[in-house]
């Protein structure tokens, strides 16, 4: 074992420091023996160091500052008071502990330390019999480890166990490993071993037996943990970082200067600076980074606990823990992938019983996996437990009121399981007191959502949940999109930027519709709340040629479109705090220096959702199937029918909006007026003959006619295809918004450019009264919920 | 009220102060020189929309973001007509953090001492009398003692 813990490392410096604190402390107790806030704050440091000291295993530690604790607890009680003799004992103790810990950061064991000297003092004074210690006493244990006494033996054996596990040779470690707060202040690595060997499936906290060498490491210059590692305050980090961001916009400055003068020592000069100013500015990133195995470390723990109150069997596997992650964002991190933890082994594992009857090992499988993808890192939290059941979300939903029947049918399997993002809601059967009180996933989500992440969660029924945290790499800089509205600049984070729609004069005076005043848009075939941004700021649009550019955001799990004048470029902004009065305005959330040292706002994305969309436009919002996706990156899954209209064209049309398929015989339709109807269960089924609308020519001459039927109130229409093709999944993003009369635009399905009917003007050209006569409410909700 | 401002003004008035002068329109203020770090003048500003209208918007200081105060709206002075061109900005440290104040033009350092200052007087009222803490009678003119942590508070 060539390792020495982390946690012993932390250990070591932090009780340094407070050692340091106690002698400043003791020092000044003298001075004024009766300050309770002195002995407090003294009797509070030795505390944590045995506390520390216990739960790492070093016995002769725990045991001086057990008695230790004794003592300063009844002076800090006034059950005793100070005196030189007990300051004395008090300063013996500390010099015992500080060796204690110089011997542990020797070689990872308490060394030949005696204790037994200081720890008799301490008791007598305890005791109230030894008044005075000779003064002989007072020094010996400090100044001469070696003195020879009795070490309890028990703990010789576990020193010397340790001793002889000790590698041959020295491993330099990685700065980042040895003291990840701060590795950039720190010039050379200490020879201590390495803590970034550990296998990935450690499922236990590390040990502590691990050890420094002994033989090699001796002869070079050894630097104290304390010393090779400092505490720097973040906000100095913070001022360094800004500034290198400075000197990297000058760079470009200086590097484009010299590049017009062609050639010559400037340009040389220009190019190292160049190369400077970019290790400079990774230098200081990583200052603020930490490995993710700071939040992991406590989780085996957690589901060893967890696993056994719940009564199952889990293992635990993690990979990817030296992936690292801004500090600030790791402390943000952490509740909701304790929480996502916790669910797993509570809801998400099966008991051993249960287990067993569905063919697996009886002990559940649970993976942590941390890795960087597209400058984010992705945090997933798997079980091999029994899944979530999409019909059971359903139901809940409903149960609890959250969606009606109709927006539960209208919805893809992938869409009913983030219904469990809403708030309020809960599978679990039994409220238990580890999950479960209905405060769960929304939880997560909106904290994952506040600094900049998504969540996405995936399940295979029987086979087990992955939940998806998607977070960027650091605060500070977010890649967003730079958009002109009344002639300012504003930045929208890319996180919450699903897509652009740009409508040029014509068509925005048609498609931009309003709803009782309400500007809404139909985005295949949803209706999406717009919000005038000029409106909301109270400024003047300088857009009067009539075009409207929608930038279709989302937020708390809601979809509105955002009108701009202009959109600029995607750009990597540096994240600028606003002061509190700016942040009391609630439409910014920070602000950013653009390419050219303009300021520019950036947009906060959430309070513009919360402030300017009234209740009722939410709810337009959110009851199209697509609208409670919560991640720009999650596929949009829409399930379509493929249906063939002749001359090779391809037609998809919405599963959700297809009530059933049909075959009738082709004598079977007759003539009313202009329309051809067929009868259909005892009423008049008015029919459109798909390949004239979309102006095609039909290519089937069989006997019978192949039907989509839709159904809302009591009216029905159908549309006459060709043949039906397929039914995929069709990932919307990847959709051309080219499109023609009847048509929403087209799209690639299967290597096939696919035409994606609009089906709302499809109906209507069959039938013009359908949405007037289907029902009263609004027509196309009706027709979403009718349509299965 | 009158008291208040008696103490406050003796505080200021002990010994020596070196102040920075700048004028609005027509009058000169100072503000003490420790609490200047420089003056700067062209920089672009980002409107803020919806913000108090003393906010007079954003600028790019080396990299860090800073507020500009529009020094003429919070003494309830009319608006800066085109004419007056460009303002300058003054940038102070108020509570450590930089706040740039936007001025007319700006003038000298001048020394001053306690035996020429005098509280406003009690006819001053609106939104300056909170702003001014007394005037130094220097020779042909009044330098009026911009307190600038209220100012620089819109």
């Not at chain 1, 009180?437 to 029987?462: F, W």
């Not at chain 1, 606003?578 to 906060?604: E, M, P, Q, Y």
């Not at chain 2, 130094?136 to 009026?144: F, I, Q, R, S, T």
Request: hydrophobic share 45%.
């Amino acid at each position: 074992m060539d390792e020495m813990d982390e946690i012993v490392q932390e250990f070591l410096v932090e009780s340094h420091e407070n050692l340091d604190q106690l002698d400043r402390d003791l020092v000044a107790l003298e001075q004024q023996p009766d300050s309770r806030d002195l002995l407090a704050s003294i009797f509070r440091t030795i505390h944590t160091i045995k506390g520390t000291s216990g739960f790492l295993a070093f016995g002769q530690l725990e045991s001086v500052t057990h008695v230790g604790e004794n003592l300063l607890a009844r002076l800090r009680d006034g059950k005793m008071r100070m005196t030189p003799e007990t300051t004395d004992v008090l300063l013996a103790m500390v010099d015992t502990v500080r060796e204690l810990l110089a011997a542990i950061e020797a070689d990872g064991t308490e060394g030949d330390v005696d204790v037994t000297a200081v720890v008799a003092r301490v008791t007598a004074v305890l005791e109230g019999r030894a008044p005075a210690a000779p003064a002989e006493a007072v020094v010996d244990p400090v100044l001469d480890p070696a003195v020879d006494l009795p070490v309890a033996p028990q703990v010789a054996d576990e020193a010397d166990a340790t001793v002889d596990e000790t590698p041959d040779e020295p491993e330099p470690v990685a700065l980042e490993d040895l003291a990840p707060e701060l590795p950039a202040a720190v010039p050379a690595p200490a020879p201590v071993a390495a803590t970034e060997t550990r296998e990935p499936d450690t499922t236990e906290p590390e040990t502590t037996e691990a050890a420094a060498p002994q033989d090699g490491g001796e002869g070079k210059a050894k630097r104290n943990l304390a010393e090779s590692s400092i505490r720097v305050d973040v906000d100095l980090l913070d001022s360094l970082m800004r500034l290198v961001g400075e000197l990297v916009l000058t760079r470009n400055q200086i590097v484009r200067q010299a590049g017009e003068q062609a050639g010559g020592e400037l340009n040389g000069a220009a190019q190292r600076l160049n190369l400077i100013a970019t290790e400079l500015q990774e230098g200081v990133m990583k200052t603020r980074m930490q490995p993710m195995d700071h939040l992991w470390a406590k989780l085996p723990r957690v589901v060893r606990d967890l696993g056994s109150i719940c009564g199952k069997k889990v293992s635990l596997d993690m990979f990817g823990r030296e992936t690292e992650l801004d500090r600030s964002l790791l402390e943000s991190v952490k509740d909701p992938l304790t929480h996502l933890v916790r669910n797993a082994v509570d809801h998400g594992l099966e008991s051993p019983e249960q287990r067993r009857a569905a063919g697996k090992p009886e002990e559940g499988l649970l993976t942590l996996r941390a890795y960087h993808e597209g400058g984010q890192v992705v945090v997933e939290v798997a079980d091999d437990g029994a899944g979530i059941d999409p019909a059971r979300v359903a139901a809940k939903a409903v149960e609890r009121g959250l969606r009606t029947q109709g927006q539960i049918d209208a919805m893809s399997q992938a869409d009913l399981l983030q219904l469990i993002f809403l708030p309020g809601f809960s599978t679990a059967a039994a409220v238990t007191n580890v999950s479960g009180r209905g405060v769960g996933m929304d939880v997560v989500r909106t904290n994952i959502e506040a600094i900049g992440g998504t969540i996405e969660v995936e399940s295979v029924l029987g086979r087990g949940t992955t939940c998806r945290l998607r977070i960027p790499l650091t605060l500070a800089i977010v890649p967003a999109l730079t958009v002109e509205c009344s002639g300012d600049r504003y930045a929208i984070p890319q996180v919450s930027l699903l897509e652009l729609v740009a409508l040029d004069a014509d068509r925005a005076a048609a498609e931009v519709e309003d709803v009782n005043g309400a500007p809404v848009y139909r985005l295949r075939g949803d209706l999406l709340p717009l919000v005038n941004l000029a409106e909301v700021l109270h400024v003047e649009s300088d857009r009067s040629d009539g075009h409207v550019l929608i930038a279709v955001l989302q937020a708390e799990g809601r979809r509105f479109g955002l009108v701009i004048d202009r959109v600029l470029s995607t750009e990597e902004i540096v994240v600028k705090p606003l002061t509190t009065r700016l942040k009391a305005v609630g439409a910014f959330s920070g602000a950013t220096i653009l390419g050219d040292g303009r300021v520019a706002l950036i947009l906060d994305v959430q309070s513009l959702a919360r402030n300017a969309l009234s209740q009722e436009a939410l709810e337009h919002g959110s009851t199209g199937r697509e609208s409670v996706l919560d991640t720009t990156d999650a596929a949009e899954q829409v399930s379509m029918l493929i249906a063939g209209i002749g001359g090779g064209r391809r037609v998809a049309i919405p599963l959700s909006s297809v009530t059933r398929l049909e075959q009738v015989p082709t004598s079977s339709v007759e003539v009313v007026g202009s329309r051809e109807v067929v009868q259909y269960r005892g009423s008049i089924l008015p029919l459109l003959r798909l390949d004239s609308h979309l102006g095609a020519m039909s290519e089937r001459h069989g006997e019978d006619l192949a039907m989509v039927v839709y159904s809302a109130g009591g009216r029905s229409v159908a549309i006459v295809v060709d043949e039906i093709v397929d039914i995929v999944d069709e990932d919307t993003r990847s959709r051309s918004d080219i499109d023609d009369h009847g048509l929403l635009g087209s799209t690639l399905i299967r290597d096939r450019i696919v035409e994606v009917l609009d089906v709302r003007s499809a109906i209507l050209a069959a039938d013009p009264r359908f949405f007037v006569d289907a029902d009263e409410a609004d027509p196309y909700e009706a027709q979403l919920e009718g349509a299965l | 009220m009158s008291t208040t401002v008696a103490t406050v003004a003796a505080d200021h008035s002990v010994g020596h102060r070196r102040l920075v002068t700048f004028t609005l329109h027509g009058s000169t203020y100072g503000v003490s020189v420790e609490a200047v770090q420089e003056v700067l003048r062209g920089q672009m500003r980002t409107r803020i929309p919806l913000a108090p209208p003393g906010l007079a918007g954003l600028i790019n200081l080396r990299g860090q973001v800073l507020t500009a105060i529009d020094l003429r709206e919070q003494l309830g002075l009319p608006a800066r007509d085109a004419e007056a061109g460009e303002p300058m900005l003054v940038v102070v440290r108020v509570a450590g953090e930089p706040v740039a104040l936007l001025v007319d033009t700006i003038g000298a350092v001048v020394d001053v001492g306690a035996g020429q200052f005098e509280p406003p007087p009690d006819t001053l009222s609106g939104p300056s009398r909170e702003l001014i803490r007394g005037a130094y009678k220097l020779e042909g003119e009044l330098l009026l003692d911009l307190d600038v942590e209220r100012a620089a508070a819109a």
